[in-house]
């Protein structure tokens, strides 16, 4: 086992939750990306 993090969540103040797993930082979607930036 090692101590890398392996997910990371995030939850905002309407209650949305978000997990971003190390599979999914790995490959970023520039539509997600977009996302965010809007």
């Known amino acids: 086992m090692n101590?890398?993090?392996e997910s990371i969540t995030i939850t905002?103040?309407?209650g949305t939750v978000?997990?971003?797993t190390v599979e999914s930082m790995r490959i970023i979607d520039p539509?997600?990306?977009k996302q965010?930036?809007?």
């Open 12 to 14: 905002f103040k309407d």
């Open 31 to 33: 539509t997600i990306v």
């Open 36 to 38: 965010f930036k809007t």
């Open 18 to 20: 978000i997990v971003l």
């Open 3 to 5: 101590n890398e993090i």
